[in-house]
């Protein structure tokens, strides 16, 4: 679910998955652990925006959603600023292979035919003796998010990505796949 910022009472925390500005000064605040957190930001009408975003919620085509959004509030996808934050890398979010074709089932774009075989070579399978011995394999959400930015028309100039890994930092991230902790990490973005 996604909420406008105004909706949201001051000191109360509010159940969604996305947050949108529609007041000037606000500040949108998410907590995330191995999930991304996506920043949005129309550099003409200053409007923002902010995603918790993991595998379910690109499943949702939160992404998607976030995009009508703003076109309801009257940005040109040409204005649109995205970062992705810091979260789990492919390396270490792995996951079995009902759950891998299911995901590339619910997110892959229906007007556009892709060879399973192909997208599974090049956004997720590894060639480690360890994977296929355990069964699991890599996914990439960090690049499905780019995808499905690029089917909104965002441009591919428009868009950064960190690199930062919250599994592999321990120093420096919270990790829910590494350790199991509740401690998160808090992301924000001010209109």
């Known amino acids: 679910m996604i909420v406008f910022g105004s909706h949201s009472e001051k000191g109360i925390k509010t159940d969604a998955d996305g947050l949108v500005s529609n007041k000037c000064n606000q500040n949108l605040w998410i907590y995330t652990a191995d999930c991304m957190p996506i920043f949005f930001a129309d550099k003409r009408t200053r409007n923002v925006a ?3 975003c993991g595998r379910k919620g690109l499943e949702k085509k ?3 959603n976030l995009a009508e959004i ?3 509030l009257g940005t040109s996808r040409d204005n649109l600023l995205v970062a992705i934050g810091p979260a789990i890398s492919k390396e270490h979010y792995l996951v079995d292979k009902i759950t891998l074709k299911n995901f590339y089932r619910k997110t892959e774009n229906k007007n556009i035919t892709v060879n399973l075989t192909e997208a599974n070579k090049d956004l997720c399978f590894s060639d480690s003796n360890h994977f296929k011995k355990e069964n699991l394999n ?6 499905s998010a780019y995808k499905q930015l690029l ?3 965002i441009p591919s ?4 990505i960190s690199n930062l890994c919250t599994y592999k930092l321990k120093n420096e991230f919270n990790s829910w796949r590494r350790s199991k902790t509740f401690s998160r990490q808090w992301n924000f973005i001010c209109s």
């Open 157 to 160: 100039t428009n868009i950064d």
């Open 62 to 64: 939160i992404i998607k």
């Open 50 to 52: 902010t995603l918790h």
């Open 151 to 153: 089917n909104e028309n």
């Open 138 to 143: 890599q996914l990439d959400l960090k690049r």
């Open 70 to 72: 703003f076109d309801n």
